[in-house]
T-cell receptor, first 116, second 111 residues
Framework: DTGVSQDPRHKITKRGQNVTFRCDPI?????LYWYRQTLGQGPEFLTY????????KSRLLSDRFSAERPKGSFSTLEIQRTEQGDSAMYLC??????????????FGPGTRLTVL | GENVEQHPSTLSVQEGDSAVIKCTYS??????FPWYKQELGKRPQLIID?????GEKKDQRIAVTLNKTAKHFSLHITETQPEDSAVYFC??????????FGSGTKLNVKP
């Protein structure tokens, strides 16, 4: 499968624990995005990278959230001291942004986080 | 920041009828508008998109229209089929950065 992959697909954790998610984008895609989706809502932007540089973080993202893309390929999203309000689907997307192209973002299957 | 509103939240049509989903946006600088389809338990997938320099785009049974002056855009699905049943999200993007999504429309096509 050459699409965007995410691991794990499901994560159940207790409040206060740290969790880390991984996203593997489509190879050679230079842009990588993280979104959060709660039930009945559209995806909400969290952060994005161009290659290894993190270009923007949502103001809604608390200091407990951190993301990395160390070699410009896969990315990790870590949530520290999880809270019940963090329960959501975390979606990763990637795109190849070059001159003259649209920014079509390809989504992964998501990681569903449940915080007990 | 950008604010995208989408309606209706649910839409039920008879197979063969047309369906229209509407979105408005607030940032006049937004210039790219994709539409995604998300089936239950699956990832969002792009079905059609439009740039701000174009007023309409069609792809078989699907079309998108954009009114930049009014800051709204719409998805039109003709001759609906049961497999069109899904949640549809509109989004707005400025200068190919992050997407701002609407809250989604659950389309149910009754056979």
């Amino acid at each position: 499968d050459t699409g965007v992959s995410q691991d794990p697909r499901h994560k159940i954790t207790k409040r206060g624990q740290n969790v880390t998610f991984r996203c593997d984008p489509i190879s050679e895609h230079n842009r990588l995005y993280w979104y959060r989706q709660t039930l009945g809502q559209g995806p909400e932007f969290l952060t994005y990278f161009q290659n290894e540089a993190q270009l923007e973080k949502s103001r809604l993202l608390s200091d407990r959230f951190s993301a990395e893309r160390p070699k410009g390929s896969f990315s990790t999203l870590e949530i520290q001291r999880t809270e019940q309000g963090d329960s959501a689907m975390y979606l990763c997307a990637s795109s190849l942004l070059t001159s003259g192209t649209d920014n079509e973002q390809f989504f992964g299957p998501g990681t569903r986080l449940t915080v007990l | 920041g950008e604010n995208v509103e989408q309606h209706p939240s649910t839409l039920s049509v008879q197979e063969g009828d047309s369906a229209v989903i509407k979105c408005t946006y607030s940032d006049s600088a937004s210039n790219y508008f994709p539409w995604y389809k998300q089936e239950l338990g699956k990832r969002p997938q792009l079905i059609i998109d439009i740039r701000s320099n174009v007023g309409e785009k069609k792809d078989q049974r699907i079309a998108v229209t954009l009114n930049k002056t009014a800051k709204h855009f719409s998805l039109h699905i003709t001759e609906t089929q049961p497999e069109d049943s899904a949640v549809y999200f509109c989004a707005a993007d400025r200068d190919f950065n992050k997407f701002y999504f609407g809250s989604g429309t659950k389309l149910n096509v009754k056979p």
